[in-house]
Nanobody
């Protein structure tokens, strides 16, 4: 069983920064790509960023390119999302996801960006 625990959410003013972290249990962390998704009230969950199992490849939603950076540390079983130049429209619950034959999700962490 894989468990994902997110942390680092909170309230920040527009233009500010936050760093989200996701800690994963299990011994197969380095075998799978990891991703961050978000879901705003009344909207569908959307992909924010994805990173390959080695960290050598990343991709981002157009809305966050140049502002967010995804990274991972396979030695520590963690994946992070550095969010800079935050905008009110970034307000959402952010979820960590492990790709693979069976997808695992964290419980989510709230990010609120005030104008």
């Amino acid at each position: 069983q894989v468990q994902l625990v997110e942390s680092g959410g909170g309230l920040v003013q527009a233009g500010g920064s936050l760093r989200l972290s996701c800690a994963a249990s299990g011994r197969t962390f380095s075998s799978y790509a990891m991703a961050w998704f978000r879901q705003a009230p009344g909207k569908e969950r959307e992909l924010v960023a994805r990173i390959s199992n080695t960290g050598g490849s990343t991709n981002y939603a157009d809305s966050v390119k140049g502002r967010f950076t995804i990274s991972r540390d396979n030695a520590k079983n963690t994946v992070s999302l550095q969010m800079n130049s935050l905008k009110p429209e970034d307000t959402a619950v952010y979820y960590c996801k492990r790709d693979g034959p069976y997808a695992y999700w964290g419980q989510g962490t709230q990010v609120t960006v005030s104008p």
